[in-house]
């Protein structure tokens, strides 16, 4: 078990959802926090309501220079949570490219861009603890996801490319690949959604997860073999069942 008293988290992407919930996670185990988003109402008011201290820093991760600016106002932490994402549900037959390119730039490029800002000090330091999201969908190419499926797949590659470098130093590195949260985001569905997860209980499995020396954490376990096993089919049958 991590002692968590007096640490200081980044935790990106914390106004509602997944983020609101974790944030009240980390808070009643005694971690100072660090609230960052768009909405600073949003993030006022979570911070009003969590049981520990919270600073909220907003920032825009679709931007470079609000990354920067908002790395310098938060300062040293000891590590960095990213949840931050934003999701439309559609395919190639009703493709809206600036969707598209905001799940790219916000999902994937976002995450690269926070850990330009951070990765540098933990490595000079040699000390740390980076967080990374990505998400069941993102083991595979799925239909009806081409945008955010990618966008995910980015993410979860970037965490296992900085685990490959970091491992055997101090600067600890861990993913997170949810299913479906039930969020204003998987609102959007019109589909089933096996396994949801109410924000509370994926919460749970991610702090968890962060609680272990494990690298990567893949929930609900048994909806997550599926995606998992996909890997290991090969073409002709993978899109004969899935697509």
């Given amino acids: 078990m991590i002692e968590w008293a ?32 768009r909405s600073e109402d949003k993030l006022r008011e979570l911070a009003a309501s969590l049981p520990g201290k919270a600073d909220v820093v907003t920032v825009d991760v679709s931007d470079a220079e609000l990354v920067k600016a908002a790395a310098a106002a938060v300062g040293d932490i000891d590590g960095v949570v990213q949840i931050a994402g934003v999701y439309w549900p559609f395919g190639a037959n009703n493709w809206d490219a600036d969707q598209a390119t905001a799940m790219a730039d916000i999902n994937f490029t976002g ?25 069941l969908s993102g083991f595979r190419g799925l239909p009806g996801a081409a945008a955010y499926t990618s966008s995910k797949a980015g993410v979860m590659t970037l965490a296992e490319s900085l685990y490959a470098d970091l491992r055997k130093t101090n600067v600890r590195v861990q993913l997170v690949n949810p ?46 073999w599926v995606f998992r096993g996909s890997q290991f089919l090969p073409d002709w049958l993978y899109y004969r069942l899935f697509a």
């Fill in 6 to 37: 007096g640490k200081r988290y980044w935790l990106v992407g914390a106004s509602e959802g997944l983020g609101a919930a974790l944030a009240h996670k980390m808070s009643a185990a005694g971690v100072h926090l660090v609230l960052s988003a």
């Fill in 111 to 135: 995450a690269m861009r926070l850990m330009g800002a951070v990765v540098p000090k933990f490595v000079e330091r040699d000390a740390g603890h980076i967080v990374l999201t990505g998400s």
């Fill in 179 to 224: 299913g479906f949260v039930k969020t204003r985001l998987t609102d959007k569905n019109d589909f089933k959604m096996p396994f949801i997860m109410e924000p509370e209980d994926a919460a749970r499995e991610f702090f968890e997860h962060m609680n272990t020396d494990a690298f990567k954490r893949s929930f609900p376990t048994l909806f997550s």
